[in-house]
């Protein structure tokens, strides 16, 4: 059963923009996916759309069977809270520690103090930063801020990781690490979505494929390769 | 619930402390505020309680006629009291008249030579009339032009009292309207100026507020921390007002006491009196409008 479906989505903004157009495709339950295209060609966008932070102008969004098209405010945290997101500028609360942004995402949904006291130690395990856990983000480089935030999207043990750019603002090395670490997620069962414009992490990946191109699916191959044009 | 409510105390007392700079300014422009206000609120009390001084200074005195005796004096002092708007009636017997007049002139030869050549007393008795408030003058003034004082009344100047009383109402007002109007004009100012300061520490918080809606927090979750934080500035600001305000007001006392020399007012006196309502009606006015500010501040990012 498909885990994500886009129908026909499309999403114009005012002065007769259109940012995607007619998107259709499915990614099915412990996928990786990477949605490829150069800058402005609509990947994060439909990204914005799945975790319904845009509406969606024409088509339908299932995720796990609901359909999220037309989510009232109230459901939208229900919907992030089975959507872990990492962006490319990490979006860390800077006031607040390591192990406080983590269990941030916890005390949101009235996760109770020994609960939280379990989990965060775990999630800093495995994203080897569970000595820093009493640091604040600026005290951090960019890989481990990185690592944070992908830590805090898995606190909720979500179905569906969304990484938009992670590597962005990284080195090689500490990109590397970031998708080894996306690996290791989806192997433990998480739908991983992985947008870049990184060609050699998409071609070193050897997983599906999905090309953008002017807000379009230019291609869609399961072991495909990132052709720049 | 337990659970999410100290949350929210939580991460409002984190969020004050870990932006100590933001919240000290916050506090600063709330506190300045608080004490224009507060300001206001002396400059409002001084001018109503020099009025009522004022207005405790006026009289009506009413000159009888010499021939009347004693028994009809008493009479028309008991109608008098009668009239609407009376406060009380002090009698001024001839006697009396007489000896607070050759008092007063006893300097002067020609006016005891006078006396002695009229050889018998040529004053007569007198009613000082002071009323309820200023309008009760204007009764009684009517009242006794009436016909049926005509007999007893040999001296009233009226017309002088009139004149005076009304220029007392005038006076107070345009008081009155000249204090609403800056009252008026320094709330809206106070207003703005803690509206601004709110929105601007919300927006400080902008991102943040994103960042929680990314991972799922509820607009209440979201909300109540910053709500409780305005709160927090607002009770801060009124102890630290307070805290300036009595020493200030003790400073400015001896200049009171001499602007109200012959009265007892004590302006620390009254604000130490009446502190259960006007710190409490600060805080409440203080709180409200910091959290309406963060409110409406809000709403514009906690749309996605």
């Not at chain 2, 000896?99 to 002139?105: A, H, K, L």
């Not at chain 2, 003034?141 to 005076?164: H, P, V």
């Not at chain 2, 007001?249 to 006196?269: K, N, R």
Request: avoid cysteine; charge should be positive.
């Amino acid at each position: 059963m498909a885990l994500i479906e886009f129908r026909n989505v499309s999403k114009y903004y005012p002065g007769n923009i259109t940012a995607v157009k007619d998107i259709t495709l499915t990614i099915e339950e412990g996928e990786f996916v990477s949605m490829v295209g150069q800058s402005g060609t609509g990947k994060t966008t439909l990204i914005k759309l799945l975790i319904a932070a845009e509406p969606v102008s024409e088509g339908r969004i299932l995720v796990a069977s609901w359909d999220i098209t037309h989510i009232k405010p109230v459901e939208v945290p229900i919907l992030r809270k089975q959507i872990g997101v990492v962006f490319q500028d990490y979006k860390l609360i800077l006031s607040k520690t390591v192990f406080e942004n983590v269990a941030f995402a916890l005390e949101v949904s009235n996760a109770n103090i020994e609960k939280i006291n379990s989990i965060v130690p775990q999630l800093l395990k495995i994203v080897g930063l569970h000595e820093k856990s009493d640091r604040f983000p600026h005290e951090l480089s960019g890989g481990e801020q990185q690592r944070v935030v992908i830590a805090r999207a898995l606190a909720h043990r979500p179905k569906i990781l969304v990484a938009d750019e992670p590597t962005g603002n990284l080195d090689s090395i500490n990109s590397k690490e970031i998708i080894d670490l996306l690996k290791k997620i989806n192997e433990f069962g998480t739908t991983v979505i992985l947008v870049t414009h990184n060609k050699d992490i998409v071609n070193e990946l050897k997983r599906r494929v999905i090309m953008i191109d002017q807000g379009r699916i230019q291609s869609d191959h399961q072991k495909g390769r990132y052709l720049l044009k | 619930m337990l659970i999410a409510i100290y949350r929210v105390f939580r991460f409002a007392g984190q969020n004050f402390w870990r932006n100590i700079w933001l919240s000290v300014v916050t506090v600063t422009i709330l506190t300045l505020s608080l004490l224009s206000v507060a300001a206001l609120s002396v400059v409002s009390t001084l001018s109503v309680e020099a009025l009522s001084k004022l207005e405790e200074k006026i009289n009506v005195s009413v000159y009888l006629k010499p021939q009347l005796k004693p028994s009809e004096i008493e009479d028309v002092k008991k109608q008098m009291q009668e009239i609407p708007g009376v406060k009380e009636i002090v009698l001024v017997t001839a006697d009396d008249a007489l000896q607070s007049f050759t008092e007063r002139y006893r300097d002067n030869p020609l006016i005891a030579e006078s006396l002695i050549a009229i050889g018998a007393n040529p004053l007569g008795a007198s009613l000082s009339i002071k009323a309820v408030s200023d309008q009760g003058y204007k009764t009684i003034l009517n009242e006794l032009e009436s016909d049926k004082y005509k007999s007893y009344i040999q001296e009233a100047r009226f017309g002088d009292y009139r004149r005076i009383i009304s220029s007392i109402n005038n006076l107070t007002d345009k008081l009155k309207r000249i204090g609403y109007g800056v009252s008026l004009a320094f709330g809206l100012i106070a207003l703005l100026v803690v509206f601004n300061t709110i929105r601007l520490n919300i927006y400080t918080h902008r991102e943040e507020i994103g960042i929680m809606r990314l991972v799922g927090a509820t607009s209440w979750f979201i909300r109540a921390p910053l709500m409780v934080e305005s709160v927090m500035y607002a009770a801060l600001a009124t102890l630290i007002s307070a805290l300036i305000f009595y020493p200030a007001i003790h400073a400015l006392q001896p200049y009171v006491s001499s602007f109200f020399s012959g009265f007892d007012f004590s302006l620390v006196g009254y604000y130490a009196a009446n502190w259960h309502t006007f710190w409490p009606s600060l805080f409440v006015g203080a709180s409200l409008l910091s959290i309406v500010a963060s409110a409406v501040a809000m709403r514009k990012y906690l749309k996605t």
